[in-house]
């Protein structure tokens, strides 16, 4: 390590101790707003509790000494520096909905046994700050960047990243930056990640047995319980455990629960799509739907069932499909295509292709460089399975926070983020700031 940097990085770790106690107090005004997807109103495009956290950390980023905007009423940058052009550091606000099985109040910032619970903690209130006391730090460094450096928070980013459309509606993408809303170390790749709808109908009263298939779906997690109601009125819940939708494998899907008891029915016609439905599913790399497919660079298929609905003589179901980063998806969707039963329409709900970044860009190896100096880990660019803004934001890469070998937390009860691994992803983005600021 140079002179330099290792006496920039002890001296980051000093300011980290003396302003811990601001950090907490400040997330913790953050967590407490609920800010899940709402109805429109005037000047709040995802709800009023997004638009109450965008002011709020303007309000904070405007304390801290820096400036700051609420862009086209999506998204909330804080700005170190003077300039037109930019480096970006994109996270978000909006979380997804807190749900039951919490041991202690999602919108309360608790810290219990040296860890953090709240929904944002990791998802991605707590990392999105983290930069922004790690902008901080060097404004009390007086360490001024070459080009400014935005915070930007964004509020839409778990229902569809509409914000990044808004805000560049109204500003330019950065000439660089990073999304702190994935895993280190910082990612080159992201795979495609299509959605899809399959709807298929019954002949004559093959379904007349069921009056409804009901729970909480989302495509955003593998779910965790489903209701099953027979027409005669009796009822049987499946109960499973929940997982985010990009990790299937650490979950237990209810609805393959319900598949594989239903697939021993009387029924022929339910019996047989059943037996389809658990078949193809519970396999999570889609060899039964014929769409495995495998590269060096990012690895399996991998598929996740993530709704079920009837609706008169018709199954409806939906899932997605992350797919290596050598594939096109037209040929996932033929194969597809050949592997759904028959009486079945196909849907393509929603298509994001995948994301390269050239993975020997200097500026990757600026934040490879904080990571590796910070953990003492390998930093060698990854891929990811993962959705991020930087499939909509030019010019960005994934960066953290979790670290190898975490998963799953998010999109869950109980989110947590140790408290060690806060402050490491503090020193991580300051470093890495740092870089930034001097060399690029």
């Given at each position: 390590?140079?002179?330099?940097?290792?006496?920039?990085?002890?001296?980051?770790?000093?300011?980290?101790?003396?302003?811990?106690?601001?950090?907490?107090?400040?997330?913790?005004?953050?967590?407490?707003?609920?800010?899940?997807?709402?109805?429109?109103?005037?000047?709040?495009?995802?709800?009023?509790?997004?638009?109450?956290?965008?002011?709020?950390?303007?309000?904070?980023?405007?304390?801290?000494?820096?400036?700051?905007?609420?862009?086209?009423?999506?998204?909330?940058?804080?700005?170190?520096?003077?300039?037109?052009?930019?480096?970006?550091?994109?996270?978000?606000?909006?979380?997804?909905?807190?749900g039951d099985g919490w041991n202690t109040?999602?919108?309360?910032?608790?810290?219990?046994?040296?860890?953090?619970?709240?929904?944002?903690?990791?998802?991605?209130?707590?990392?999105?700050?983290?930069?922004?006391?790690?902008?901080?730090?060097l404004k009390r460094l007086k360490i001024?960047?070459?080009?400014?450096?935005?915070?930007?928070?964004?509020?839409?980013?778990?229902?569809?990243?509409?914000?990044?459309?808004?805000?560049?509606?109204?500003?330019?993408?950065?000439?660089?930056?990073?999304?702190?809303?994935?895993?280190?170390?910082?990612?080159?790749?992201?795979?495609?990640?299509?959605?899809?709808?399959?709807?298929?109908?019954?002949?004559?009263?093959?379904?007349?047995?069921?009056?409804?298939?009901?729970?909480?779906?989302?495509?955003?997690?593998?779910?965790?319980?489903?209701?099953?109601?027979?027409?005669?009125?009796?009822?049987?819940?499946?109960?499973?455990?929940?997982?985010?939708?990009?990790?299937?494998?650490?979950?237990?899907?209810?609805?393959?629960?319900?598949?594989?008891?239903?697939?021993?029915?009387?029924?022929?016609?339910?019996?047989?799509?059943?037996?389809?439905?658990?078949?193809?599913?519970?396999?999570?790399?889609?060899?039964?739907?014929?769409?495995?497919?495998?590269?060096?660079?990012?690895?399996?298929?991998?598929?996740?069932?993530?709704?079920?609905?009837?609706?008169?003589?018709?199954?409806?179901?939906?899932?997605?499909?992350?797919?290596?980063?050598?594939?096109?998806?037209?040929?996932?969707?033929?194969?597809?295509?050949?592997?759904?039963?028959?009486?079945?329409?196909?849907?393509?709900?929603?298509?994001?292709?995948?994301?390269?970044?050239?993975?020997?860009?200097?500026?990757?190896?600026?934040?490879?460089?904080?990571?590796?100096?910070?953990?003492?880990?390998?930093?060698?660019?990854?891929?990811?399975?993962?959705?991020?803004y930087a499939r909509k934001m030019p010019?960005?890469?994934?960066?953290?926070?979790?670290?190898?070998?975490?998963?799953?937390?998010?999109?869950?009860?109980?989110?947590?983020?140790?408290?060690?691994?806060?402050?490491?992803?503090?020193?991580?983005?300051?470093?890495?700031?740092?870089?930034?600021?001097?060399?690029?």
């Amino acid at each position: 390590m140079e002179e330099n940097k290792l006496e920039i990085y002890n001296t980051i770790k000093k300011e980290i101790e003396l302003i811990k106690e601001e950090f907490y107090k400040t997330l913790k005004e953050i967590i407490e707003i609920p800010s899940e997807l709402g109805k429109p109103e005037e000047n709040a495009p995802f709800g009023k509790y997004t638009r109450e956290a965008l002011e709020k950390i303007l309000e904070i980023g405007t304390k801290l000494g820096f400036k700051g905007k609420i862009v086209n009423n999506a998204m909330t940058y804080i700005q170190y520096g003077e300039g037109r052009e930019y480096i970006g550091v994109f996270g978000h606000l909006d979380v997804v909905r807190a749900g039951d099985g919490w041991n202690t109040n999602p919108y309360e910032l608790t810290l219990k046994d040296g860890v953090f619970y709240g929904r944002g903690i990791l998802d991605n209130k707590g990392p999105i700050l983290a930069n922004l006391f790690g902008l901080y730090i060097l404004k009390r460094l007086k360490i001024l960047p070459k080009i400014p450096i935005r915070i930007i928070f964004g509020s839409n980013e778990e229902n569809g990243s509409n914000d990044i459309d808004l805000y560049l509606q109204k500003e330019k993408p950065p000439v660089f930056g990073y999304t702190p809303d994935c895993k280190y170390p910082v990612v080159y790749g992201e795979r495609g990640v299509v959605r899809i709808k399959v709807t298929t109908l019954f002949e004559n009263k093959e379904l007349d047995i069921i009056k409804k298939i009901g729970g909480e779906f989302s495509s955003s997690f593998i779910p965790d319980k489903v209701k099953l109601v027979y027409k005669n009125k009796e009822e049987k819940i499946y109960k499973g455990k929940k997982s985010p939708s990009n990790a299937p494998e650490m979950g237990t899907n209810a609805i393959l629960l319900m598949a594989r008891d239903l697939r021993d029915s009387d029924n022929n016609s339910l019996s047989k799509y059943m037996s389809w439905l658990y078949d193809s599913f519970s396999d999570y790399e889609g060899k039964n739907l014929g769409i495995r497919f495998e590269d060096l660079d990012s690895g399996v298929t991998q598929v996740s069932l993530t709704k079920i609905k009837k609706e008169n003589k018709k199954i409806e179901i939906q899932f997605s499909s992350r797919y290596p980063v050598t594939i096109k998806e037209e040929e996932l969707i033929r194969n597809l295509k050949n592997n759904i039963p028959k009486n079945s329409q196909m849907e393509i709900i929603k298509s994001m292709p995948s994301v390269i970044f050239p993975k020997d860009d200097k500026r990757l190896k600026l934040l490879q460089e904080a990571y590796e100096i910070s953990t003492g880990l390998d930093g060698s660019p990854v891929t990811t399975t993962g959705a991020t803004y930087a499939r909509k934001m030019p010019n960005i890469v994934a960066f953290g926070p979790s670290f190898p070998g975490q998963k799953g937390i998010a999109h869950k009860e109980n989110e947590y983020m140790t408290e060690e691994d806060l402050l490491k992803n503090l020193e991580i983005y300051a470093l890495a700031l740092y870089n930034l600021s001097k060399d690029i």
